[in-house]
């Protein structure tokens, strides 16, 4: 087991839609929430330069209570992983964030992740500039998110990697077989266990495919991420309705909800560390109380598996990851603003 750093809480609020990543969240709300998840004692918080509003919107809200919190960050490859580049994103975040030092700072994704670079920064390399952001202090921790296992063992042997983030749940285990897809269940996760490397787990939920009474008519606007995803579409989309449905009744028979499983579920594998779950409102907050403490049995396990395996195969083969809606406009957004002096209100560092 990773020796858990005091205010790393096994529930942790993964801030994505509070940025509007799943459509238009007001501050308003985005600050209820995280009050609400504090207050549920959620003290680890995960955002990214690339969570639209996120970071902005927390430099505000957590303004006189940062230091109480685990605050986690990412750098998007929207750009080579120089030291410089990496720097730059880092200077950037702790701007938004209104603090001087990160917690947990995370590289996203591999750096060939969305575009392909002329010259891929050697691991060697990499692993050098993320020590010296970790010497500098204002990187506490060093992670990453998304790296497929040799590139992890390359970065691991040449610096102190504290954490993995992948995407994970009952649907979600990498058995994709495609760059995007890495092998979390079978690879990451006993690669992490045996080097004690924290193993993180996002989107329990599924991004909402595994939320209760989902509408089986519902479509998604492009102001969210999931219209452009392959499992939303109409034809494989009403496969996942119907499978919700059943590990619905499945945890109502417990009286349990299926939110509730879906994060119980993560947390069943001893490796993980935490789960970051996206919630956008106080009441999705409150509705996970409890999951953290339900012990799964093996029984209830292999039951639960038998419903996960009667989703048809092409619904299983249908992707959560693409990149085809990132558009290289948006990366050079992105890369301009890592550069870019904090707006709105004036910055108070925490």
């Known amino acids: 087991m990773i020796e858990r750093p005091p205010l790393m809480s096994r529930l942790a609020l993964g ?50 209570r940062r230091n109480r919190l685990f605050l986690a960050t990412k750098a ?22 209104q603090t001087d030092h990160i917690d947990l700072y995370q590289l996203h994704g591999p750096e ?13 390399e990499l692993a050098d500039s993320l020590e010296r952001l970790r010497l500098s202090g204002k990187a506490l ?16 042997s040449h610096t102190d990697i504290f954490s993995t983030q992948s995407l994970y749940s009952m649907i979600d285990r990498g058995a994709e077989g495609d760059s995007l897809h890495i092998p979390v269940e079978r690879e ?10 924290a193993s993180l787990a996002f989107s329990p939920l599924s991004r909402g495919l595994l939320a209760d009474n989902l509408d089986p008519d519902r479509t998604f606007g492009p102001d969210d991420e999931r219209h452009f995803l392959p499992r939303y579409q109409k034809g494989v989309y009403e496969h996942y309705v119907r499978l919700s449905s059943r590990l619905t009744e ?19 594998n001893p490796a993980v560390a935490s789960t970051l779950i996206g919630a956008k409102s106080p009441d999705q907050v409150r509705a996970m109380t409890g999951a953290g403490e339900w012990r799964l049995t093996d029984t209830e396990l292999a039951e639960i598996e038998s419903i996960v395996d009667s989703l048809p195969q092409a619904a299983k083969d249908a992707k959560m990851i693409v990149w085809d809606h990132f558009s290289p406009e948006a990366l050079e957004g992105l890369r301009k603003r890592r550069y870019e002096p904090l707006s709105g209100e004036k910055s108070e560092k925490a």
């Not at 499945?250 to 069943?268: C, E, I, K, N, P």
């Open 15 to 64: 801030c994505y839609p509070l940025g509007g990543g799943y459509g238009p969240v007001d501050e308003n709300q985005a600050r209820a929430t995280v009050d609400t998840a504090i207050g549920c004692g959620w003290t680890f918080i995960d955002t990214a330069e690339t969570y639209l509003l996120s970071e902005d919107r927390l430099g505000r809200i957590l303004r006189g």
């Open 76 to 97: 998007f490859p929207c750009e080579p992983y120089t030291f410089q580049n990496l720097e730059a994103a880092l200077e950037g975040s702790l701007r938004r964030l």
């Open 112 to 124: 060939n992740w969305v575009v392909k670079f002329s010259r891929r920064t050697p691991l060697e």
């Open 141 to 156: 921790r060093i992670g990453v998110c998304n790296f497929p296992l040799a590139d992890l063992k390359t970065l691991s």
């Open 188 to 197: 990451i996760i006993p690669y992490c266990a045996k080097r004690k490397i």
């Open 250 to 268: 499945w945890a109502r028979d417990r009286g349990r909800t299926l939110v509730q499983l879906a994060v119980a579920w993560t947390l069943s």
